[in-house]
């Protein structure tokens, strides 16, 4: 397998505290990578660019085991390796708010926008969002 990114590496795609600490094996078969590979390639490395700053993925790819310990939707777009959950290195929600909107005024081809945990002012303290050749751009907030 051959990675290709600019900014987003296999392992931090494929990264879990708690595969680790429950000894899942969360490796990915050869198309789920290739999943991964369109997701970054569409949309990670492209809003990196325009973002012009790192951005942290703190969930890719889960096996469905790994899924179910953390409590993923049965459907997770993670499991297929189309989604990732992402965020500011700050954290802050002021930046993952201005992150989002990035992210819309980029057009990038997103099949999922979720603003996730969204606080009373709107702001998001991670964004989910992934790719599949649907392209549906849906856009959802779910409050904190």
Not at 27 to 41: C, D, F, R, T
Not at 131 to 138: A, D, E, N, T, W
């Amino acid at each position: 397998m051959t990675w290709k990114s600019k900014y987003f590496t296999f392992e931090e795609m494929t990264a879990s505290a708690t595969a680790k600490r429950m000894r899942i094996d969360n490796q990915p078969s050869e198309k789920i990578v290739e999943n991964l590979q369109q997701l970054v390639a569409h949309v990670l490395d492209p809003l990196r660019e325009v973002w012009q700053q790192p951005i942290i993925v703190t969930s890719g790819y889960r096996c469905s085991r790994l899924n179910a310990a953390v409590g993923g939707a049965v459907k997770s777009q993670h499991c297929l390796g189309q989604a990732a959950d992402i965020r500011t290195v700050s954290d802050r929600r002021e930046d993952n708010m201005a992150l989002l909107r990035c992210l819309l005024q980029a057009k990038l081809p997103f099949d999922q926008l979720i603003a996730e945990h969204v606080d009373s002012r709107g702001r998001p303290d991670w964004i989910h969002v992934s790719y599949s050749p649907r392209h549906r751009g849906v856009f959802l907030e779910v409050k904190g």
